[in-house]
């Protein structure tokens, strides 16, 4: 069977460097394989590549959608920033009406754009993470910069193409 490919929107750079310090501070080092990202879709068939290149490309020569961290999520074994970005939910449902007789189960069960920064730890770890986090957080202006198509092949992902906004 061949690798699927995962969807994400990239962070300014900015962003990127602080989520990612966020991810490297509580991922368990184990298991942290991939830098910080927004999943748009987990699995896409691999035959979708062509066709998803040139889609969020058409996608890039618009507008960044704006958007903001807006929460902290705890995930039960893990923690995340929930997006608020009606921006990125729109142009997420529009990929997911083209491609909608080839989503998984997950990719269909619905957006709620999140950021990880930690995942698979036991829930008490998770929740003194979010309680100290929900401490001094304050929602805040999220910069994405552009979409990007990775291979999973089971460990750190293989960039298939990745875009940047331009209007």
Known sequence: ?????????????????????????????????????????HHLPPSLLPELKIRLKQLCTGPAPRARLADILLLGQGVAYRIDSPDL?????????????????????GFRPHLTIQNKVASNVARALADQLRADFRPRPLAIAGLAAWHYRGGPWEEAMAARFRG
């Open 1 to 41: 069977m061949a690798d699927p490919i995962i969807v994400t929107a990239l962070l300014a750079a900015a962003d990127f460097a602080w989520a990612d310090g966020q991810r490297r501070a509580h991922f368990p080092p184990d298991r942290n394989r991939v830098p910080a990202h927004v999943t748009l879709f």
């Open 89 to 109: 939910v729109g142009l997420r449902a529009d990929l997911a009406d083209t491609f909608a007789g080839l989503l998984t189960p997950q990719d269909q069960a």
